[in-house]
C-alpha cells in the first residue's frame, strides 16, 4: 500500500482589485454591509485574456516548481471548477497542453465549493491504489464571468482565482501525508444556489440570456445555515472516524465564502481564532479555488510546518461537502 502527499503549492491570483467602494457605485450597498455581513474588503477580476485554464496554468506551474517534479512525471491532471473555459474540451486538457505535460490523463471535476477537496480525494485514490505516482489538483474560477452585476445579493460575494497542488506517492511508513476524507453530496438542496441556463435542461436562446439565467442565483440566508451545520458535522465525523481530536489540528483551512460562516464552524468546532485561517477579505468567494490559494497563502506565510496536522472544509451548490484531515 502507498500513501498520498502534498508536495507542491501555488496560486495565481488576477491583478485587477474590485474593492467594496467600487461595488458601491455599481448597486445599492456599502462597504459597511459587505464588510460586516461577509467579512469581504475586496475581490479580483479576471482580464479579458484570462479563463479558468489560463490562471489554472500559471498556479499549477508554481506548485509544480515547489514540489521539484518534472512535467514527464505527472500522470494526472484533475480540475475543479465551475467556470470551465468551455463546455468541452474538459480545461484539464486546455492546462495540459499549455503547461505541454506529455504524459497524462486529463479530467474536469465539478463539486462547487468543495470542488478541490473532491479532487483531492480522487489524486489520494489514484496513488494509493498504485496506479499513479503524481497527480496535479487544480481549483480555477472565473466567477466573474456568471455573475449579475446588478443583483446585490450575489456580486459583492464572488471572485476569480486558482490555486493548484501537486499530490504524489510517498511509503506508507512515512509520518506526513494524506489520513483521510468525508464527501457528501445532497441534491435535494439543489434550489439554494444554481446556474439554471446552459446545460441541457435550459439550453442557451434568446430568453435565457434575457433573463440573465446564465448567472449565478442564491437564497443566501438558508444557504448561510446548512453551510454551518453540514461543514462543522462532517468535520467532527472525519475527526471521529480518523481518531483524531480537534486539539491535535494545528491549522483548519475552511471554504472561504463568509467570516461568520467561518466563525460558526470554529464555534462549534471548539478552535481558537488563531488555528483558522482566513484569507477571504481579499479575495471574496473564489469557489474550487478557495482551499488551495488559501493553502499555498498559508504556507508562505509560514502557518503551516513540518508535522503539523491540518484539515480542510468545504461546502458548496449542489449540495456538496467534503472534509480532509493530513500531516505536512
Ligand atoms: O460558497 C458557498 C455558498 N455561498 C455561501 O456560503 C453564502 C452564504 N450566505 C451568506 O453568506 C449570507 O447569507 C449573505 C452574506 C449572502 C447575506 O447575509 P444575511 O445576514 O443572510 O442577510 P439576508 O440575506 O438575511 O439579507 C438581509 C438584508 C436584506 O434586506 P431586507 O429584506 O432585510 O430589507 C437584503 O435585501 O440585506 C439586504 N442585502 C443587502 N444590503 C446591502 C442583501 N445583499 C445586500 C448588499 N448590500 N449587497
Known amino acids: 500500500m502507498f500513501k498520498a502527499k502534498i508536495i507542491g503549492l501555488g496560486k495565481y491570483i488576477p491583478k485587477r482589485v474590485l474593492t467594496n467602494h467600487d461595488l458601491e457605485k455599481m448597486v445599492e450597498t456599502s462597504d459597511e454591509w459587505i464588510s460586516s455581513r461577509t467579512g469581504i474588503k475586496e475581490r479580483h477580476i479576471a482580464a479579458p485574456e484570462e479563463t479558468a485554464s489560463t490562471m489554472g496554468a500559471e498556479a499549477a506551474k508554481k506548485a509544480i516548481q515547489m514540489s521539484g517534479i518534472s512535467h514527464e512525471e505527472i500522470e494526472m491532471i484533475i480540475f475543479c471548477t465551475i467556470t470551465p473555459d468551455m463546455l468541452f474540451p474538459a480545461s484539464a486538457c486546455l492546462v495540459q497542453d499549455i503547461l505541454k505535460i506529455p504524459n497524462t490523463g486529463t479530467v474536469d471535476i465539478e463539486a462547487a465549493c468543495s470542488g478541490f477537496i473532491y479532487g483531492l480525494s480522487m489524486a489520494n485514490a489514484y496513488i494509493v491504489s498504485g496506479m499513479v505516482k503524481n497527480v496535479l ?151 474550487s479555488a478557495t482551499i488551495p490559494i488559501a493553502l499555498a497563502e498559508a504556507f508562505e506565510e509560514g502557518r503551516i510546518h513540518k508535522g503539523d496536522s491540518i484539515a480542510l472544509v468545504a ?14
Open 137 to 287: 489538483v487544480i481549483g480555477s474560477e472565473v466567477l466573474s464571468r456568471f455573475t449579475d452585476w446588478e443583483d446585490r445579493n450575489t456580486c459583492v460575494l464572488f471572485g476569480d482565482g486558482a490555486g493548484a497542488a501537486v499530490v504524489s506517492r510517498t511509503e506508507e511508513k512515512d509520518p506526513s501525508g494524506i489520513i483521510g476524507f468525508k464527501l457528501k453530496g445532497d441534491g435535494s438542496f439543489r434550489d439554494l444556489l444554481y446556474v439554471e441556463a446552459g446545460g441541457s435542461q435550459k439550453p442557451a436562446s434568446h430568453e435565457t440570456v434575457e433573463k440573465k439565467l446564465h448567472t449565478i442565483k442564491m437564497n443566501g440566508n438558508a444557504t448561510f445555515k446548512v453551510a454551518i451545520r453540514t461543514m462543522s458535522e462532517e468535520l467532527l465525523e472525519l475527526l471521529a472516524e480518523t481518531k483524531i481530536s480537534s486539539d491535535d489540528i494545528n491549522l483548519l483551512i475552511p471554504h472561504q465564502a463568509n467570516e461568520r460562516i467561518i466563525a460558526g464552524v470554529a464555534d462549534r468546532m471548539n478552535f481558537p481564532k488563531e488555528k483558522v485561517f482566513m484569507n477571504l477579505s481579499k479575495y471574496g468567494n473564489t469557489s
Open 315 to 328: 461546502f458548496g451548490g449542489g449540495l456538496t461537502s467534503g472534509a480532509c484531515v493530513f500531516k505536512w
